[in-house]
């Protein structure tokens, strides 16, 4: 899952509205109607789902609210706001927050590790607190889901699948890449239209050239959460706290 750096109140972001317009927009602490944020955390953070990365046209994005409006959390209130895709909020449902990592407070690509079947795991190499607030993440947003597993997904809940292709078509464009038949550039529009970056990223281990732009090239991802030093591999997020993920 995509570390990614939110934007604080008083900061500003820009971004091109549906007339066309450059919108320079100073981010408020409260959105009184919080549909008027999307536009804000999409030019911020991308108009992707912060959790199963789907791409997204940003009218079908929702405003999601890390603590769930009916469980008290703050219904207008710019800190408690992510972007979202319908199957992730609807899994996730007014479930109260356990404990758990978050994709603008911990480092949830080192949490969570993606693999070709479309699988995601709690990654075994980390303390037993960071394990246990991974594995809430993924409870709570059912991103476990697999065919033929005691988890299996819902009707509309494709969202295995989707990562399961990411692999393919990611390893496929690598190969091509390697060969010299695409550019960089065309690997970052692919990725761009694709979604999934996590696995475009792990796909992608071993060409630091591809992995900063990555980093750089889609919005808000974190990039002290990744070491330029080792192949931007990924790094705590907190260190020193008793969860340094
Ligand atoms: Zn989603």
């Known amino acids: 899952m995509r570390p990614v750096e939110k934007k604080r109140p008083g900061e500003l972001i820009c971004y091109t509205d549906s007339n066309n317009q450059k919108v320079e927009h100073r981010i408020k602490e409260h959105y009184p109607d919080y549909g008027?944020?999307?536009?804000?955390?999409?030019?911020?953070?991308?108009?992707?789902?912060?959790?199963?990365?789907?791409?997204?046209?940003?009218?079908?994005?929702?405003v999601e609210h890390l603590a769930a409006k009916s469980k008290g959390g703050a219904e207008t209130a710019w800190d408690?706001?992510?972007?979202?895709?319908?199957?992730?909020?609807s899994n996730k449902g007014t479930k109260v927050d356990a404990d758990c990592h978050w994709p603008h407070l911990?480092?949830?690509?080192?949490?969570?590790?993606?693999?070709?079947?479309?699988r995601v795991h709690v990654n075994g190499n980390m303390s037993e607190?960071?394990?246990?607030?991974?594995?809430?993440?993924?409870?709570?947003?059912?991103?476990?889901?697999?065919?033929?597993?005691?988890?299996s997904p819902s009707p509309k809940d494709f969202r295995w699948k989707y990562r399961f292709e990411a692999w393919n078509k990611a390893s496929r464009y690598k190969e091509l890449y390697l060969?010299?038949?695409?550019?960089?550039?065309?690997?970052?529009?692919?990725?761009?239209?694709?979604?999934?970056?996590?696995?475009?990223?792990?796909?992608?281990?071993?060409?630091?050239?591809?992995?900063?732009?990555?980093?750089?090239?889609?919005?808000g991802?974190?990039?002290?959460?990744f070491d330029a030093n080792n192949h931007y591999e990924p790094i705590e997020r907190n260190p020193g706290s008793p969860d340094p993920v």
């Open 129 to 151: 607190l960071s394990r246990k607030k991974a594995q809430n993440l993924l409870d709570l947003i059912q991103l476990q889901r697999y065919p033929g597993t005691d988890k």
């Open 80 to 89: 408690n706001f992510l972007l979202c895709c319908k199957v992730c909020n």
């Open 106 to 118: 911990n480092n949830t690509y080192y949490s969570l590790i993606y693999d070709e079947t479309g």
């Open 221 to 225: 991802t974190c990039a002290h959460c």
């Open 36 to 62: 008027d944020a999307k536009f804000p955390l999409s030019a911020n953070i991308g108009a992707f789902c912060s959790y199963c990365e789907g791409c997204e046209k940003i009218p079908t994005l929702d």
């Open 179 to 219: 060969k010299g038949a695409i550019a960089e550039d065309d690997v970052i529009d692919y990725a761009h239209c694709n979604g999934q970056w996590s696995i475009w990223f792990t796909v992608f281990k071993g060409i630091d050239s591809i992995r900063h732009r990555l980093i750089t090239d889609f919005p």
